[in-house]
């Protein structure tokens, strides 16, 4: 997998489903709270990474 994005989606997706299962003993709360985890990890490596484009190494 050489894509950066689809890395950062799948260890997002693992990391939202332990705090999930963790956090949440509803089946359908886990479900609701991990896919939101899940949206807010990808949507803020997102803003993060749009804000450090111009910055140069």
């Not at 359908?28 to 939101?36: C, H, K, T």
């Amino acid at each position: 997998m050489h894509s950066h994005f689809a890395l950062l989606v799948l260890f997002s997706f693992f990391v939202s489903l332990v705090f999930a299962v963790l956090m949440k003993d509803d089946p359908r709360e886990q479900l609701q709270f991990g896919s939101m985890l899940l949206a807010a990890f990808v949507i803020a490596a997102l803003v993060f990474g749009w804000l450090m484009y111009p910055f140069p190494l």
